[in-house]
């Protein structure tokens, strides 16, 4: 079995890289950086090095930055979008190797096992990587070793390009004597001056005891590119780095050589007994780093969606028979997705015309569904506009977006019924006809404020069970789209209203009652924002309104309180 290998890939300006192929080049004289967003304000979190060399560094306030550099230009830095970047330069490093792992947020293993002889070499992949990354405008640092924490090290603290050779193995003797000694049963050891029993070597003439059984791991020696380098190469956390380099420990070689003496292992052992995380356990990370013990890593595996196509001998150029192939395609996709256990949310027609023009159609299903008729029926609404030309040479369609959907036995009740008559189909044909937007429900919210307790969505989408409804007092059965300014003639500050001027009209109170009151969502609204005291009132005429008073005398946050109405009551 050939020696496994790991190939690092460290993308030290993924943001930066990602922002400039997005937004061009940076102007002459104003350098370029990528803000968070914290609670003491925007702080740096990535840069260039016309940045650095202004004298920014991630981390700074930006206030900070734009005191040493007034003309630093800053933007906000989308993690989301660098994910989705890595992820798709995952599928893309493939091409390297059998699989590839994620190492957010800005690098890649990829296992090159038996791969680099296609290549002419490991020193030859590691040029067709820099390559393949220059091309496509990203800055990359990569490094061969033996494990992944070892070619991680090398790529983010040794030189670019690194390899590290050979194999971190035992010898061929040293196998043999330790494969033979731990299948030796221990019933035939022999005693040893402790009590302990002794196992036998393969040779029966030289025992040897348990006791002084040997350390194997100590034949795996720690090699010079790694023993030069920080502690920080490790993957170690901060605080963890900061209780290591209290303790004098700051290059690899120093926390190897503790472990030559018991007493100082032990010692190592004992501070970071509790840490359960590799990366809060500096001795662990070393026997990953030296192969002691393995390091489960995720290979990406590409989502390939559901597709089908259609290249008929001649081009199509009538509403026919571009429905007669749609109807075939729709019948292979409903199989592709019957074979998947899938059903499709989203799909995409695909037209290609001989002159190169291209049509995409997309459809959205408020249920995952697989039946073909379906399908065919909401596609033919979308394709009275298409324009053939000379013909259409392909038609393709995909399923972008799918979810698992059970197979399922049809009663006899539910097979007389026609198809397209559940909710599910209703819904989606008033969709294709009026809007994707056109079609939504309203759903409570948990919110004390009336215009917030709704929220609009999709007709079938599930509610969401994120928060726990509020139980409110009883609410009216009409509120305004947006509440009222109205003029309340009160008898003191904060008693009840008496009469109100609403729309050119004026009302004398007769009943009243409350209030009740509901004051500001502080993680929503700013300080100065006033509470509301709710009064259900009702006129001379009958006619019940549902009223509030937006703020208190004396509050502090304003001056007379002012009055809205925002229901109308039964």
């Not at 599928?91 to 090159?112: F, I, K, M």
């Not at 990359?140 to 030189?159: D, E, K, M, N, Y």
């Not at 402790?194 to 348990?210: D, F, I, Q, W, Y």
Request: glycine share 8%; aromatic share 6%.
């Amino acid at each position: 079995m050939p020696p496994r290998r790991i190939l690092s890939l460290w993308l030290p300006a993924l943001a930066m890289d990602r922002h400039r192929l997005a937004h061009g080049e940076e102007e002459p004289g104003r350098p370029r950086v990528l803000i968070a967003n914290t609670a003491h304000g925007p702080r740096i979190a990535a840069l260039g090095r016309p940045a650095a060399e202004a004298g920014a560094r991630v981390g700074m306030m930006l206030a900070d930055a734009r005191a040493l550099c007034p003309r630093i230009a800053a933007a906000p830095r989308d993690q989301a979008g660098d994910l989705a970047l890595l992820e798709q330069l995952a599928v893309w490093s493939g091409r390297w190797g059998p699989w590839v792992a994620l190492d957010p947020p800005d690098g890649l293993l990829v296992d090159v096992t038996a791969v680099a002889h296609l290549f002419g070499g490991e020193a030859e992949l590691i040029g067709d990587v820099h390559a393949a990354f220059a091309r496509r405008g990203l800055a990359v640092r990569a490094a061969i070793a033996p494990t992944a924490g070892a070619a991680w090290a090398l790529a983010h603290f040794g030189s670019g390009g690194a390899i590290l050779e050979g194999e971190y193995a035992l010898t061929e003797a040293q196998r043999h004597g330790e494969e033979a000694l731990a299948a030796q049963p221990l019933d035939t050891a022999e005693p040893c001056p402790g009590g302990e029993k002794a196992a036998s070597r393969p040779n029966p003439s030289v025992p040897l005891r348990l006791c002084e059984r040997p350390n194997f791991s100590s034949f795996y020696e720690l090699p010079l590119q790694l023993a030069d380098l920080p502690v920080a190469a490790l993957r170690l956390e901060s605080a963890v780095l900061t209780v290591l380099r209290r303790l004098g420990i700051k290059r690899i070689g120093q926390l190897s050589g503790v472990e030559d003496a018991a007493s100082g292992r032990d010692a190592i052992q004992r501070r970071f007994r509790n840490r359960r995380s590799p990366a809060a356990n500096p001795l662990l990370r070393l026997d990953q780093l030296l192969g002691r013990i393995p390091e489960p890593l995720l290979p990406v595996a590409p989502a390939v969606p559901p597709l089908v196509q259609r290249r008929p001998m001649e081009p199509i150029r009538h509403r026919e028979l571009l429905d007669r192939v749609l109807a075939n395609l729709a019948s292979d996709m409903a199989r592709e997705l019957e074979r998947r256990g899938e059903g499709a949310r989203r799909l995409e027609l695909g037209l290609w015309r001989i002159d190169g023009a291209v049509t995409v159609k997309r459809l959205e299903m408020a249920v995952a569904t697989r039946e073909a008729a379906h399908i065919g029926r909401l596609f033919a609404g979308k394709l009275d506009d298409i324009d053939a030309g000379f013909g259409i040479e392909m038609v393709r369609l995909r399923a972008s977006w799918t979810e698992p959907l059970a197979l399922a036995q049809v009663g006899l009740e539910a097979a007389a019924e026609k198809p397209g008559t559940t909710l599910a189909a209703c819904i989606d044909r008033l969709t294709v006809r009026l809007g994707e937007r056109a079609v939504s429900r309203p759903v409570p919210f948990a919110s004390h404020l009336p215009e917030r307790a709704q929220r609009w969505q999709k007709p079938l989408a599930p509610e969401p069970t994120s928060q726990e409804l509020l139980a409110f007092h009883h609410r009216p059965l009409k509120l305004l789209d947006k509440p009222e300014q109205i003029a309340v003639l009160y008898a003191t500050p904060d008693g009840y209203p008496q009469r109100f001027r609403w729309r050119g009209a004026v009302h004398d109170v007769v009943c009243v009652e409350g209030p009740e009151r509901i004051a500001p969502e502080w993680w929503r609204e700013k300080g100065g924002t006033r509470l509301r005291d709710y009064y259900r009132i009702e006129d001379d005429a009958g006619r019940r309104y549902w009223i509030y008073r937006a703020g208190l005398i004396g509050d502090g946050r304003g001056g007379v309180p002012d009055w809205y109405l925002q229901g109308l009551c039964a």
